[in-house]
C-alpha cells in the first residue's frame, strides 16, 4: 500500500513539473494603421552608420553583413553578441535592407545605452531557411548553406573580439529570419546562451539538445503566412523544456506582429538576462 502511495505522488510531481515547465501566455494588442506606420517610421528614422558595412567570404560563398559594436567599447569588459537575422521580403545583397525595424531596435540611444553588445545583421541572397510539409499544415524549416556558414562567422568575430562575452550569443528573428535562428539553435545549441523567434516555421531536427535551452517562441494567432499552428506544435514537442515561453497575440497576424516590441525594451531586456 505504501509502494502504491509513494508511487501515486511520483507521479503527480512529474505532472506537475510538466504542467509549470513552461510558460503560456495570450496578449491582446492590437495594432491600428497609425501605430503601425509610427512606431516604423521612427526605427526606420534612426541614423544606421553605427552598424558598420563587412562581407564573409567562405568558399564560393560571400555574405554581407552590418556589425555593430558596443557604445563606449571597453576592451577590458566582456559584452553580448546577438545574431538577428531579416525576413524573406529583405533577400539580396546591398547590405543594407536586412535592418528591418526589428533589428533597428538596438539603434535606440536608450537600448544603445544601457545594452552594450555586438550585433551581427547579416543579409542572405537567397532564402536562408526553406520549408518542407510534414504533416497537415505544420511545417519544418531547413537551413541554407549561406544560413550554416553564419556559423563561421561567428567564430571569426569572436576571433576579432575577444571581449565577446561567449556564454551571452544570442539569437533573433523575424519570419524567415526566426526559422534561421532556430536552424542554428538546432544545428549548434551549445554555442547559444537564448533565442526570440517571432512568427516561425519551425525546426525539430535536435529538439533533444535544446531542451533546455533559454526560448522565446513568439506567434500572432491571426498569422496566414506562417502557420500559428507550427509553434503550438513546437511548444507541445518541448513539453520539459523549463526555460521555453511561448507568446501569442492572439489579434495580430504575420505582418504586424513585430510592431509591439519595436519602442519597447522587452527583447534586450529578455535576452541580457540570459546565459548559457
Known amino acids: 500500500m505504501q509502494k502504491q502511495v509513494l508511487q501515486s505522488i511520483l507521479i503527480l510531481v512529474f505532472s506537475a513539473n510538466l504542467i509549470f515547465a513552461q510558460r503560456k501566455e495570450f496578449r491582446d494588442d492590437k495594432v491600428d494603421t497609425l501605430m503601425f506606420v509610427s512606431n516604423r517610421k521612427i526605427v526606420n528614422s534612426l541614423n544606421a552608420e553605427p552598424f558598420r558595412k563587412k562581407i564573409f567570404s567562405k568558399d564560393n560563398l560571400q555574405i554581407p553583413y552590418r556589425l555593430l559594436t558596443p557604445k563606449n567599447n571597453i576592451g577590458t569588459k566582456k559584452y553580448p553578441l546577438i545574431l538577428t537575422f531579416h525576413n524573406s ?14 533589428a ?13 553588445c555586438y550585433v551581427i545583421a547579416p543579409q542572405f541572397s537567397k532564402r536562408s531557411s526553406n520549408y518542407e510539409n510534414i504533416a497537415g499544415d505544420i511545417q519544418t524549416a531547413k537551413p541554407s548553406d549561406e544560413a550554416i556558414a553564419v556559423l563561421e562567422l561567428i567564430r571569426n568575430i569572436e576571433k576579432e573580439y ?31 546562451a537564448a533565442m526570440v523567434s517571432i512568427a516561425a516555421v519551425p525546426d525539430f531536427s535536435n529538439l533533444s539538445e535544446i531542451n533546455r535551452k533559454n526560448i522565446w517562441l513568439i506567434h500572432g494567432q491571426k498569422d496566414n503566412e506562417n502557420p500559428y499552428s507550427g509553434s503550438v506544435e513546437l511548444f507541445k514537442k518541448m513539453a520539459s523544456n523549463p526555460n521555453l515561453t511561448f507568446t501569442t497575440f492572439t489579434h495580430l497576424n504575420h505582418n504586424n506582429i513585430t510592431i509591439p516590441f519595436l519602442l519597447t525594451e522587452e527583447i534586450p531586456k529578455w535576452l541580457f538576462g540570459k546565459r548559457k
Do not use: H
Request: glycine letters at 6%.
Open 89 to 102: 521580403t529583405r533577400i539580396g545583397t546591398d547590405n543594407e535592407s536586412q535592418l528591418e525595424p526589428l
Open 104 to 116: 533597428r531596435i538596438w539603434l535606440r540611444d536608450d537600448v544603445y545605452s544601457k545594452y552594450p
Open 162 to 192: 575577444p571581449n565577446i562575452d561567449k556564454n551571452r550569443i544570442y539569437l533573433m528573428g523575424y519570419s524567415m529570419g526566426a526559422s534561421t535562428a532556430q536552424n542554428l539553435l538546432n544545428l549548434q545549441p551549445d554555442l547559444f
